[in-house]
């Protein structure tokens, strides 16, 4: 099996060196490691790099067979130059991708994961497995795979049906992470399996405390569009009246047409924010004015403020969860091409693996993240935005479940649980 080290450029180190103690942990490395049987020519090579799959392009590249000037060109810029270290399996996590089913989110992750390491110089080394789709064989293969080299923490990008396969697979001394799925998706999963997946019924309900008793909520056919519109049925107090905009339907008449159902109304835009546009804009000329217009993560994007002209969204209130800190991360996604103010999973993907570093890799690592584990989910602090003038303004927090304290004490006990079951 081949395999590919890649070093982090000298830039990093000497933009962000620092007064460091000594440490036995070895130094950072990646390895792309490659499960696709079928060799991928020119043609595959260039299409991974206009799809911006740098880690598939990584894994699949054999400059043995290519002659293409440009692409060993790429190759060699990213894959550097240095001598491989021999660091022991505790400092290891495998990042398994199915990239087939993530598809552009694949280059979210591994970017958001690298940013992380060159920003902190953590000590770590990350091997990204491309498992291609989450078969059960090819999930398997990919977990066998990280054993056969220690591996006993993962990262893994999946969706509720990867995350069976994966609590099927995973022993008792090993550890993953899933950033992309809340626990709340899936009815069963083993302790040492931790979600970091955003809580959109919990923004749900932030939203609903600043709406009226008259709820109406739009929808896409997509399975997100339908358990957020499942969410407003089940937390809002009244009946709600419901959209669904489905495939590429762009006029909205036969909906707006009721105007009763939406004046006055606080209207959930569960939408991506193209057809959000479309009602919000279409409203108007159906001189509908609803009392809000509301939204969750989905849309806490700056597209939307070139989307949806600001006359349209003077009553526009967004949920978020996003809330990154440290300016040199996210400078150094910046350059990775990940904007970490706005990218829920490169975002998780982040909080994910500043968790498992600093508390079973280096617990001398001071945590970059305030996000806790509570039970075996990532909670995630939420503030609503107003989008009505150029920027997101924040409007007052709002009140959490779980006051910080009985937060803390959770953390600190759930970290101490696994990390004695990893032992």
Do not use: W
């Not at 495998?94 to 979210?108: D, N």
């Not at 349209?312 to 991360?329: C, E, K, T």
């Amino acid at each position: 099996m081949r395999k590919i080290f890649i070093i982090f450029f000298t830039f990093f180190i000497c933009l962000y060196a620092k007064e460091q103690t000594l440490s036995n942990i070895p130094p950072a490395s990646i390895e792309y490691i490659n499960l696709e049987p079928e060799f991928c020519d020119e043609a595959c090579l260039k299409k991974l790099v206009s799809e911006n799959l740098l880690a598939s392009f990584m894994a699949r590249f054999e400059p043995t067979k290519t002659t293409n000037s440009e692409l060993l060109s790429l190759y060699n810029e990213l894959n550097g130059k240095f001598t491989p270290q021999t660091p022991q399996g505790a400092n290891k996590i495998a990042v398994i991708i199915p990239q087939k089913t993530i598809k552009s989110y694949t280059s979210v992750v591994t970017n958001s994961l690298i940013s992380y390491v060159a920003s902190t110089n953590a000590k770590v080394e990350l091997k990204f497995i491309m498992s291609g789709d989450e078969s059960a064989q090819n999930i398997t293969n990919a977990i066998n795979t990280a054993r056969d080299q220690n591996i006993s923490y993962f990262i893994a990008p999946f969706t509720p049906s990867g995350v069976r396969v994966l609590d099927q697979n995973i022993a008792g001394n090993e550890l993953a992470y899933v950033p992309s799925v809340h626990a709340s998706l899936v009815s069963y999963a083993k302790p040492n399996i931790i979600f970091g997946g955003i809580d959109y019924q919990a923004q749900i309900a932030a939203l609903l405390k600043i709406s009226n008793d008259k709820v109406a909520a739009f929808s896409d056919a997509s399975g997100l569009g339908e358990t957020l519109n499942e969410y407003v049925r089940k937390l809002s107090a009244s009946e709600i009246y419901e959209v669904q905009v489905a495939g590429k339907e762009l006029k909205l008449d036969g909906y707006l047409s009721k105007k009763s159902k939406f004046d006055g109304s606080s209207v959930f835009l569960n939408l991506p924010v193209i057809k959000a546009s479309l009602v919000a804009t279409q409203m108007r000329g159906y001189q509908i004015t609803p009392f809000a217009l509301l939204s969750t993560q989905i849309n806490y994007i700056p597209n939307i403020f070139g989307a949806i002209a600001q006359r349209d969204r003077q009553n526009l209130y967004i949920a978020n969860s996003v809330n990154p800190q440290n300016d040199q991360l996210v400078a150094t996604n910046a350059l990775f091409d990940v904007d970490l103010r706005y990218s829920q999973i490169g975002y998780s993907c982040s909080v994910g693996l500043d968790y498992i570093y600093s508390n079973f890799i280096d617990p001398s690592h001071k945590r970059l993240f305030s996000e806790n584990l509570v039970g075996s989910q990532i909670v995630y602090d939420i503030k609503l935005f107003e989008a009505k003038g150029e920027n997101f303004t924040p409007l007052e927090p709002v009140a959490q479940d779980l006051d910080p304290a009985a937060r803390d004490l959770k953390n600190d006990t759930n970290s101490s649980l696994i990390r004695q079951g990893l032992e």
